[in-house]
């Protein structure tokens, strides 16, 4: 299943550069961190979710790169490029291996599951 983008083609040529480059830096910097790191996350301070995410993965022995985009109150605008690029609406938003595994409770699954550790012997 594959989600529903706007077509390109939808897109007047006069804006596709300004479409394209939006928050483009923010996008960067999650890319290159996913190549560079095994595990990922990206969150925003004071959000409990994106704490309870790093304790799993501490917990659970699994090192992981931090990325924080501010708080509920700043840099809001950056986090939507996010959601945005990656489709998944709230943060935080954890890599595994350069694929989107979910969030806080997706992890828990994961991890529970043993499943964690078998994407990060891949």
């Given at each position: 299943?594959?989600?529903?983008?706007?077509?390109?083609?939808?897109?007047h040529?006069?804006?596709?550069?300004?479409?394209?480059?939006?928050h483009l830096p923010v996008i960067t910097r999650v890319q290159t961190a996913i190549a560079q790191h095994p595990v990922v996350v990206v969150g925003l301070s004071g959000n409990p979710y994106v704490g309870k995410a790093r304790k799993a993965l501490t917990a659970?022995?699994?090192?992981?790169?931090?990325?924080?985009?501010?708080?509920?109150f700043s840099q809001w605008r950056l986090r939507n490029a996010l959601k945005m690029w990656t489709g998944w609406p709230t943060f935080p938003m954890v890599?595994?291996?350069?694929?989107?595994?979910?969030?806080?409770?997706?992890?828990?699954?994961?991890?529970?599951?043993?499943?964690?550790?078998?994407?990060?012997?891949?």
């Open positions: 299943m594959t989600r529903p983008l706007l077509d390109e083609s939808a897109i040529p006069a804006i596709r550069q300004r479409v394209s480059e939006h659970a022995g699994v090192a992981h790169e931090y990325i924080e985009f501010g708080s509920y890599f595994v291996r350069g694929t989107m595994v979910g969030g806080a409770d997706d992890l828990r699954r994961l991890i529970d599951s043993g499943e964690l550790q078998t994407l990060l012997k891949a």
